[in-house]
């Protein structure tokens, strides 16, 4: 039996009629409601006459402060950077209740535009995604809240965290395959780690969470709900990981993205160093949280969506000397 947690208790299940209801009593708003996914929460899409909201109903076992985070980084960004759009609160967070269990629900203002992976948008360059989320690091520079000073399964700095989630994966070899990466880290990143600084983070920039316009400009960010605090060259390694997925050549994605982060928001070379070590990390946690969560709710086929890449991916780097890969990307990133 597990502690129940976010990543164990089933998301909310309300309907699309107890949602209309909630908003007519709670926002007197009677619009268009249609679900959107979520992996942990439950979240709808509210046109009323065109003017569109994102109904956010957290999981049970989310922590308040956690929300609070969320909304006073996206405060802290906007005064720091008002061109990035990004969610933000349309009205104070209110429970509700269902059955026996209260949830937090949030009505938030809705943003134009296309994620960045969808189908039919156009290419964008890893630099571009790299000098983006660097503006984000600028943007929240000098943000911190206690919400985010959490254990947290996805934070790729917890390694022992992710060794217990990494008991889930069923075959021995592959078990074999994330200690290596874990040991790695643990030998590496402690003789770095004296001039790595720490941060609250987005600590979740793929393809799905960024904003595009119709030019294939990047114009925004959502979901906060990974933020943590960790180290900061963390922001750019979790994009790395995902740039790296299903890619012919790896390593000039993640050269290309580093060095255009490090162009917005200069990192040490210690940071630099650490980057491979933490995207490798993160690719461990990806791989470790789809065999513990699929068994948990097999009906929810998003839990696995990069599993097969992502070990694709480390069985690659498995082979390949990370002390190299750290070097090239210091030379690369400058």
Known sequence: MHMRSIFTVSPPSFTITEVSEILIEKYSIDGNVSELYSDRDQNFHVDDDGKKHVLKISNAMEDRSV?????????HMMLNDPTIQIPTLASEIIEIKKGREVFF??????LEGNFLGEQGTPDVDPFNVGTFL???????DGFDHPGAHRPFEWDARQTELIRKV???VTSRKDQDTVGFFLNEFEKVIPTLVQDMRMSVIHNDGNDHNILIDGNGKIIGLIDFGDMVHSHQALE????MAY????????FASIASMLKGYHSMYPLTKNEVLSTIYLMCSRLCITVSMA???K??????????????????LLRMMEKEDLGVWSNRLVEHAG
């Open 67 to 75: 929300l609070e985070l969320q909304d006073l980084a996206s405060k």
């Open 105 to 110: 629900m949030r009505l938030m203002h809705y």
């Open 134 to 140: 660097g503006r984000v690091s600028c943007a929240l």
């Open 166 to 168: 990494s008991e889930h």
């Open 236 to 239: 750019p390694a979790v994009a």
């Open 243 to 250: 740039a790296a997925l299903d890619n012919e050549d790896p």
């Open 291 to 293: 065999a513990w969560r």
């Open 295 to 312: 068994r948990l709710f097999p009906e929810n086929t998003y839990l696995t969506i990069s599993e097969s890449s992502a070990w694709s």
